[in-house]
């Protein structure tokens, strides 16, 4: 059961929180820092002297993330092929005229470290991201390779996602795929410390933006639905965050692809407004006799907001949602530039998910289903 007032009381958070993820997510933007000197030392600006066929970018997990952000990132200004890859094997065309970059937090994800090796194997120019201490590492150093270091200490593949996007990021700059240097990701570090300090524990939850959407999620059927450059990858991140972390299983799209599949749910069960199908307002329902009435359904618009955007057929989705009854959320970045609004997306959204976990009484970090899970693999 989903208990707001939990999350206002900070020892509670604190006995449930044992993996300190609030910690790690407040200190993304101290991530993006590290991570520019990281990348400096390691000899990333070797990229500026190649001029690859193509791009793959290897990762999984809480990693895959960091995929879905560069080939985004990459996609307007791209005159060459650029995918992500979670499992193997790696595509055919993969060889030595070719980068292929692999992210992996603990640098031991066996997917992705297969992937680097057969890089390494066929020629491919290799950079890695992850432990210095590990499997990853040394791959990268067989193949004569740049490895950027993750020096972020007691965090997780999820909560560590800006100091593995940062070198993708600097990558893509650096071979000309992406606009996105070092002065934009100092912006983007400070944009991650704005909203770590809106979003800390201590701010009461009536005007705590995360602890405010991780309440309407839990009071909810959630569909998140995003807009702008990177839309798809903020509304995939925050559906894959509000499941692996909060527990609630979400389902997302992006516009403009994504607005039939999801105005076509407003006519549906979930839906409010009169007449709608298989919802009871009935005060003399009982539970147990006719079944637990389902939570309403929610839309959750990731928006853009900068001045360029077309905001006519948001404004149709919003529209059709209210007059459905449905719900909307908004959560709104105010910045001109995407790689800002992606960033304070993912940062308001991740901490949301966190909140929705600890509402609910759930350690953030840690799932006993998961550890099964990995028991299963072998991991």
């Not at 080939?71 to 065309?93: E, F, K, N, T, Y």
């Not at 890695?128 to 740049?146: F, H, K, M, N, W």
Request: proline letters at 6%; one cysteine or more.
């Amino acid at each position: 059961m989903f208990d707001e007032a939990r999350l206002d009381d900070e020892d509670a958070i604190a006995a449930l929180d044992h993996s300190l993820t609030l910690r790690a997510l407040a200190g993304a933007g101290a991530q993006v820092r590290i991570a520019l000197r990281a990348a400096e030392e390691a000899g990333l600006e070797r990229l500026r002297d190649i001029e690859p066929r193509g791009v793959v970018v290897a990762a999984a997990g809480g990693s895959a993330a960091v995929a879905d952000i560069f080939v985004a990132a990459a996609r307007p200004g791209a005159a060459l092929p650029v995918q992500s890859c979670a499992s193997g094997p790696l595509p055919g065309w993969v060889g030595a005229l070719d980068l292929v970059i692999a992210v992996s937090q603990s640098g031991r994800a066996a997917g992705t470290l297969s992937m680097a090796a057969e890089a390494a194997r066929r020629g491919a120019f290799v950079v890695t991201i992850g432990s210095a201490d590990s499997p990853l590492a040394e791959v990268s150093a067989r193949a004569r390779g740049v490895h950027v270091p993750i020096a972020v200490p007691d965090t997780s593949s999820r909560t560590s996602i800006w100091a593995q996007t940062t070198p993708a990021l600097l990558a893509a700059d650096a071979i000309g795929l992406a606009s996105v240097g070092r002065a934009s990701l100092l912006a983007v570090a400070d944009v991650l410390d704005d909203c770590a300090t809106a979003c800390r524990p201590s701010s009461e939850s009536f005007v705590n933006p995360a602890k405010v959407l991780a309440t309407e999620v839990a009071e909810s059927t959630p569909i998140v639905l995003g807009e702008g450059p990177f839309g798809s990858v903020t509304a995939r991140r925050a559906a894959s965050m509000f499941g692996r972390t909060g527990r609630v299983p979400v389902a997302f799209g992006s516009l403009p692809d994504g607005a039939s599949q999801i105005v076509a749910c407003f006519d549906g069960p979930l839906a409010g407004g009169e007449g709608r199908r298989g919802v009871t307002d009935d005060i003399f329902a009982d539970p147990f006799l006719d079944g637990p009435t389902r939570p309403p359904l929610r839309l959750i618009m990731l928006r853009d907001t900068s001045a360029g955007a077309d905001r006519q057929l948001t404004d149709t989705v919003v529209s059709v949602a209210e007059d459905a009854g449905v719900r909307v959320s908004f959560v709104e970045a105010p910045a001109t530039d995407p790689v800002l609004r992606l960033a304070h997306h993912v940062a308001l959204t991740d901490f949301a998910a966190t909140y929705l976990a600890l509402g609910q009484g759930y350690d953030p970090s840690t799932s006993p289903h998961v550890r099964l899970l990995r028991g299963a693999r072998g991991l």
